[in-house]
């Protein structure tokens, strides 16, 4: 299935403005969930204060804590996993567009300025991968930028603070290990998400 998908991909030309075209189209197809997602996130941050102080009041007793927070949240009409499960429905369409740009298919022949979409870091440190990897960190600095402003309404536990300033530059880690189209992919992919997030926090209610 994912041969016959990438060798479909590859059939257009411009392997490489496949993967992106490809990528857009997908995330375009999921932004409704994306949109409930950050309705959800919203919808939790506005109670923060209140489970804040269910926090300070049953903090050594976590049952009656959760009993609490569950109340809270359904007495505003609000899910404890609200942002969680339009996330969670996404992750096979992310599964079938990794296997298509890591499996060996007619897609991955194609090249980015002369290097092989197959190729990976290691085997060669073509100069494709640095310009990549310095778009990846880019793109991480931003989302990082924009994660920090969101802490500012919604506390974080500080060893979350730290998580949020790492796990974005992983991407970069991660381009490094796969071949040059995975690589592509995430670049799309992430810039994609930090756009769109920015974008409905800013118009949602």
Same mark, same amino acid.
């Given at each position: 299935?994912?041969?016959?998908?990438?060798?479909?991909?590859?059939?257009?030309?411009?392997?490489?403005?496949?993967?992106?075209?490809?990528?857009?189209?997908?995330?375009?197809?999921?932004?409704?969930? +994306?949109?409930?997602?950050?309705?959800?996130?919203?919808?939790?941050?506005?109670?923060?204060?209140?489970?804040?102080?269910?926090?300070?009041?049953?903090?050594?007793?976590?049952?009656?804590?959760?009993?609490?927070?569950?109340?809270?949240?359904?007495?505003?009409?609000?899910?404890?996993?609200?942002?969680?499960?339009?996330?969670?429905?996404?992750?096979?369409?992310?599964?079938?567009?990794?296997?298509?740009?890591?499996?060996?298919?007619?897609?991955?022949?194609?090249?980015?300025?002369?290097?092989?979409?197959?190729?990976?870091?290691?085997?060669?440190?073509?100069?494709?991968?640095?310009?990549?990897?310095?778009?990846?960190?880019?793109?991480?600095?931003?989302?990082?930028?924009?994660?920090?402003?969101?802490?500012?309404?919604?506390?974080?536990?500080?060893?979350?603070?730290?998580?949020?300033?790492?796990?974005?530059?992983?991407?970069?880690?991660?381009?490094?290990?796969?071949?040059?189209?995975?690589?592509?992919?995430?670049?799309?992919?992430?810039?994609?998400?930090?756009?769109?997030?920015?974008?409905? +926090?800013?118009?949602?209610?």
């Amino acid at each position: 299935m994912f041969a016959d998908l990438g060798a479909a991909l590859a059939s257009l030309g411009m392997p490489a403005l496949a993967i992106v075209g490809f990528t857009i189209a997908v995330r375009l197809a999921l932004h409704p969930l +994306y949109r409930a997602a950050v309705r959800g996130e919203k919808a939790k941050a506005k109670l923060a204060p209140e489970i804040q102080k269910l926090q300070k009041k049953y903090g050594k007793d976590l049952v009656r804590l959760s009993e609490e927070s569950q109340k809270v949240y359904r007495s505003n009409g609000v899910s404890m996993f609200a942002g969680m499960l339009p996330m969670l429905a996404t992750a096979p369409f992310f599964m079938v567009i990794y296997q298509v740009v890591t499996t060996p298919n007619p897609l991955l022949e194609g090249t980015l300025f002369g290097i092989s979409l197959g190729t990976h870091f290691t085997s060669g440190f073509a100069w494709v991968f640095f310009v990549l990897f310095g778009a990846l960190a880019v793109v991480a600095y931003l989302t990082v930028r924009w994660q920090r402003s969101q802490m500012t309404t919604a506390p974080t536990p500080g060893f979350m603070t730290g998580l949020v300033r790492v796990l974005p530059f992983g991407t970069i880690l991660v381009a490094a290990y796969l071949p040059l189209a995975a690589g592509l992919y995430l670049l799309t992919t992430t810039t994609w998400t930090i756009a769109e997030r920015a974008l409905l +926090y800013r118009i949602l209610s």
